[in-house]
């Protein structure tokens, strides 16, 4: 948890600290890599948890390093049209953080404050940037400290007047960039939570 992250001059095996620049670049790179990649998606948003809807999803790479989003199945349950409108935006907020686009990756390049932090497990390095999407939001990213492969996300965020807190997971496909595995989302009054898992993750031949 961020809060168990102590702040140092560099890892614990004495790497420096990767730089905003240098891991904004990295990923930059990374969502560059995904384009030659489809997967599934699953989206399950609960209340109180209860499983109000499920959606399934296929992501393909669309013009100008974007995804498309193919409906696959929708179980979706009684939601008003309020409630699911703000459910559309907090997903939306936790794609630019799960899935940042290059044009989000540049302002992010452009602001935030960025500190290295350290985990109590060994060999996983962190880096911490406040104002890193919006004014005031706080990102923790962990890597593996040799490789500076992603390991996980840690996000606090603001939609409107609430807070939404972001667990993200990823994993490193053979060969090939790091992908979200899973994220838990979950907002501060209204006590939402959704939770994300991505599967089937294909590589496209160059001719498709």
């Given at each position: 948890?961020?809060?168990?992250?102590?702040?140092?001059?560099?890892?614990?095996?004495?790497?420096?600290?990767?730089?905003?620049?240098?891991?904004?670049?990295?990923?930059?790179?990374?969502?560059?890599?995904?384009?030659?990649?489809?997967?599934?998606?699953?989206?399950?948003?609960?209340?109180?948890?209860?499983?109000?809807s499920t959606l399934v999803e296929?992501?393909?790479?669309?013009?100008?390093?974007?995804?498309?989003?193919?409906?696959?199945?929708?179980?979706?349950?009684?939601?008003?049209?309020?409630?699911?409108?703000?459910?559309?935006?907090?997903?939306?907020?936790?794609?630019?953080?799960?899935?940042?686009?290059?044009?989000?990756?540049?302002?992010?390049?452009?602001?935030?404050?960025?500190?290295?932090?350290?985990?109590?497990?060994?060999?996983?390095?962190?880096?911490?940037?406040?104002?890193?999407?919006?004014?005031?939001?706080?990102?923790?990213?962990?890597?593996?400290?040799?490789?500076?492969?992603?390991?996980?996300?840690?996000?606090?965020?603001?939609?409107?007047?609430?807070?939404?807190?972001?667990?993200?997971?990823?994993?490193?496909?053979?060969?090939?960039?790091?992908?979200?595995?899973?994220?838990?989302?979950?907002?501060?009054?209204?006590?939402?939570?959704?939770?994300?898992?991505?599967?089937?993750?294909?590589?496209?031949?160059?001719?498709?």
């Open positions: 948890p961020i809060g168990l992250a102590q702040e140092r001059p560099e890892s614990r095996m004495g790497n420096p600290f990767p730089t905003k620049e240098n891991l904004v670049r990295r990923l930059m790179d990374n969502r560059h890599a995904l384009g030659r990649y489809k997967w599934k998606s699953t989206t399950e948003i609960l209340k109180r948890g209860k499983t109000i296929e992501v393909q790479p669309a013009e100008n390093e974007t995804f498309e989003r193919t409906i696959l199945s929708d179980s979706s349950g009684k939601i008003g049209k309020k409630e699911g409108e703000y459910l559309d935006g907090v997903i939306r907020l936790a794609r630019t953080y799960l899935l940042p686009s290059t044009l989000g990756l540049r302002g992010t390049l452009a602001g935030g404050v960025a500190t290295g932090r350290v985990d109590e497990d060994v060999g996983v390095t962190g880096l911490h940037i406040t104002s890193y999407n919006q004014s005031g939001d706080s990102v923790l990213f962990w890597m593996d400290d040799s490789t500076r492969r992603a390991k996980r996300i840690e996000v606090t965020s603001r939609l409107k007047k609430d807070t939404v807190s972001i667990f993200g997971i990823f994993r490193t496909l053979p060969d090939g960039p790091d992908i979200l595995a899973s994220a838990t989302v979950k907002t501060g009054k209204k006590k939402w939570e959704i939770r994300i898992q991505n599967f089937d993750i294909v590589l496209l031949d160059e001719d498709e």
